[in-house]
Nanobody, 115 residues
């Protein structure tokens, strides 16, 4: 059974950094695409960043230049390095693994940016 587990969230001051991790287990395949989404309280879930198996990367405009997405295909691990964090980055961050024939969500990890 495929499981997607995020970690690394927490409380950080504005301007600080955090590194989120996402581990996908239970599959002999590597996801075609791995994506970070986030959802702030009372708002819709929104796209943050995506990286394909081949390394194609895209970011939401709101995080360009501050966030860096990366992955290890062999280990089915995804990371999101977040720098210069702002209070508006506060949200639950979700990892999404798209295998093409199926897809899976993690349970989310909370990031709170506050002084």
């Amino acid at each position: 059974q495929v499981q997607v587990v995020e970690s690394g969230g927490g409380l950080v001051q504005p301007g600080g950094s955090l590194r989120l991790s996402c581990l996908v287990t239970g599959s002999i395949f590597s996801p075609n695409a791995m994506v970070w989404y986030r959802q702030a309280q009372g708002k819709q879930r929104e796209f943050v960043a995506q990286i394909t198996y081949g390394g194609y990367i895209s970011y939401a405009d709101s995080v360009k230049g501050r966030f860096t997405i990366s992955r290890d295909n062999a280990g089915n691990t995804l990371w999101l390095q977040m720098k210069s964090l702002k209070p508006e980055d506060t949200a639950a961050y979700y990892c999404y693994a798209d295998f093409g024939f199926s897809d899976y969500w993690g349970q989310g990890t909370q990031v709170t940016v506050s002084s």
